[in-house]
């Protein structure tokens, strides 16, 4: 990221673009330097912070898994983690979330909301969720 930040600033969004109102998940950097992974799941905004800020100016790896429809006893849940440069900083277990809007790259679909300020490098997007040692072992 780059200089200070006074609102959240969108990394990521997922969303409808023909609704003005409708953001389904989020990856945003807070102005505290925290980042925070946001869903909506039965109508209410749930998410999961980290424990530590990243720092203005330096490459730091967010890594967002989302282990969707584990089977827990007789229900469906799913498994959200947040990892900074390969260490795990939040995890939360959750309902099934739907993820079928279209994805936004460093800013949102409306237009209006703060537009990340920085560079990002190397995104990707995996088809499956990855284990922790995986996400460990990508760190340089």
């Given amino acids: 990221p780059d200089g200070e930040?006074?609102?959240?600033?969108f990394i990521l969004a997922q969303?409808?673009?023909?609704?003005?109102?409708?953001i389904h998940s989020a990856l945003r950097i807070r102005p505290d330097g925290r980042i925070r992974f946001s869903w909506y799941e039965g109508g209410r905004e749930m998410?999961?912070?980290?424990?530590?800020?990243?720092l203005t100016g330096?490459?730091?790896?967010?890594?967002?898994?989302?282990?969707h429809e584990r089977q827990r006893e007789d229900r469906l849940v799913s498994r959200t983690e947040l990892y900074l440069n390969g260490h795990k900083e939040a995890e939360m277990?959750?309902?099934?979330?739907?993820?079928?809007?279209?994805?936004?790259?460093g800013r949102t679909p409306?237009?209006?909301?703060?537009?990340?300020?920085?560079?990002?490098?190397?995104?990707s997007i995996n088809g499956r969720?990855?284990?922790?040692?995986?996400?460990s072992a990508s760190m340089p």
């Fill in 5 to 9: 930040r006074t609102t959240d600033q």
């Fill in 15 to 22: 969303g409808d673009a023909s609704r003005s109102d409708h």
């Fill in 47 to 54: 998410g999961i912070v980290s424990g530590s800020p990243v």
């Fill in 58 to 67: 330096e490459w730091t790896r967010v890594t967002i898994v989302m282990d």
């Fill in 93 to 105: 277990e959750h309902g099934v979330v739907e993820r079928r809007e279209p994805m936004f790259i």
């Fill in 110 to 123: 409306l237009s209006a909301w703060p537009v990340f300020e920085g560079a990002l490098d190397e995104l």
């Fill in 129 to 135: 969720a990855l284990r922790p040692e995986e996400v």
